[in-house]
Structure formats: structure tokens, C-alpha cells
């Protein structure tokens, strides 16, 4: 699996080529990973623990997927919910 660190500035640039396809936001407030109908190809947006992904590139992603969560706890670990994200893709 190809991935990058880039910065938004690069990344704003990436995602418009793309022109909205098949591009995801792992995201709070999204489709439920479970229900989610993952494309065969395509890009992750996924942001930073603390401030999740920026509304200039959620702007540019065309889906949503959030992972569902019981109790107390909002949100979970980036590598950890990355790696969720990837094994039911992949599935």
C-alpha cells in the first residue's frame, strides 16, 4: 500500500486531481465503516488525533467513514482507527 506524509498545501493539490473520486475522509460524523461500500481503488484522507481533518480537504472528499464507538470514549487512537479502516477495505 503506497501512503505519504504531505503537507495540506501538496495534499489540496493531490485531492483536486482526483476531482472527487473516490476520495474518503476517515472522519467522526461519517457512514458507518460496517455499512460503508468501499470503492476498489481510491484515497484516505485520514487527519491528526487532535484536530481531525481540515475543513479545506473535507471539502474535497466525496465520503465519509466513521468507525463506530460504545461508552464514553469520542474518538480512537489515528494508527488504530487507520488500521481498522484498512483491514475492512481490504476484506
Not at 498545501?9 to 475522509?25: F, H, I, P, R
Not at 464507538?69 to 476484506?91: D, E, P
Request: charged share 20%; aromatic share 8%; glycine share 10%.
Amino acid at each position: 500500500v503506497e501512503w505519504a506524509f504531505m503537507s495540506e498545501e501538496e495534499t489540496v493539490k493531490l485531492l483536486q486531481s482526483y476531482d472527487g473520486k473516490n476520495v474518503m475522509a476517515l472522519e467522526l460524523g461519517g457512514e458507518n465503516i460496517n455499512t460503508f461500500d468501499f470503492p476498489s481503488d481510491g484515497v484516505v484522507v485520514i487527519g491528526s488525533e487532535e484536530f481531525g481533518v481540515s475543513p479545506e480537504l473535507m471539502k474535497l472528499c466525496k465520503s465519509r467513514i466513521s468507525i463506530p464507538m460504545a461508552g464514553t470514549k469520542g474518538s480512537l487512537n489515528v494508527s488504530v482507527a487507520t488500521g481498522i479502516l484498512l483491514q475492512r477495505w481490504f476484506s
